[in-house]
């Protein structure tokens, strides 16, 4: 299959890189083939892909946790070093805004 899609595109594989994701966590390891050099994903994993987090399973506690986590770290050293509102308000404008479109856009709505 790789063969072929090289052939046909000009484009190469990269198979240290490249992991198979099933599309449903439901299939025992056992009953599926990975033939060549590809790995399959473990179930419980997620891999990068364009910036968003893909496996198996519901990725969006996995997206949220980490980054509710970050916010809130971001947002207490900004509140421990900033005296001002509108310092806070460029603090918020900057880095916690985009954050959450971002995965607003990727993993929305949370499961809780």
Request: net charge positive.
């Amino acid at each position: 299959l790789m063969a072929n899609f090289s052939k046909a595109s000009g484009l190469q594989v990269n198979a240290n890189k490249t992991v198979v994701v099933r599309l449903h966590s439901y299939t025992p390891t056992l009953c599926v083939q990975v033939y060549g050099r590809l790995k399959l994903q473990d179930v419980k994993r997620f891999s990068r892909y364009l910036g968003a987090q893909v496996g198996s399973r519901d990725a969006r506690e996995h997206t949220w946790r980490p980054t509710i986590r970050q916010l809130g770290i971001r947002l207490l050293l900004a509140s421990v070093k900033t005296l001002t509102e509108d310092q806070r308000a460029t603090i918020a404008a900057a880095v916690v805004i985009p954050k959450l479109l971002y995965i607003s856009r990727h993993a929305w709505p949370t499961v809780q």
